[in-house]
């Protein structure tokens, strides 16, 4: 069983730049693909950032592309979602999830691709 543990949301004002943090246990982590993905309140689960499982490969959502930087540390079991130039429409509930298959290209960036989420961390960016 693989445990996802977000950390690092809260409200912050527009040109933020804070850093989410998922911690993973379970599972070989370092042979599996790491996604981050948001949902904000009456909208569809969206596809932000994805990063291979030793970090060569990156993949990032249209809306969030040239802002985020996602990176693992795979001796801290941990991948990061650095989000800069926070604007309103950045706020959602940012999940991580775990790659379903090891080693995994091309990076998925569908949400039936990832088997294992965290419970989310909320960003709320204010004006």
């Known amino acids: 069983q693989v445990q996802l543990v977000e950390s690092g949301g809260g409200l912050v004002q527009a040109g933020g730049s804070p850093r989410l943090s998922c911690a993973a246990s379970?599972?070989?982590?370092?042979?599996?693909?790491m996604g981050w993905f948001r949902q904000a309140p009456g909208k569809e689960r969206e596809f932000v950032a994805a990063?291979?499982?030793?970090?060569?490969?990156?993949v990032y959502g249209k809306s969030v592309k040239g802002r985020f930087t996602v990176s693992r540390d795979n001796a801290k079991n941990t991948v990061y979602l650095q989000m800069n130039s926070l604007t309103p429409e950045d706020t959602a509930l940012y999940s991580c999830?775990?790659?379903?298959?090891?080693?995994?290209?091309?990076?998925?960036?569908?949400?039936?691709?990832?088997?294992?989420w965290g419970q989310g961390t909320q960003v709320t960016v204010s004006s």
């Open positions: 999830a775990a790659g379903r298959l090891p080693r995994q290209l091309p990076l998925p960036v569908g949400g039936n691709d990832y088997d294992y």
């Open positions: 379970g599972r070989t982590f370092s042979s599996y693909n």
């Open positions: 990063v291979s499982w030793g970090g060569g490969s990156k």
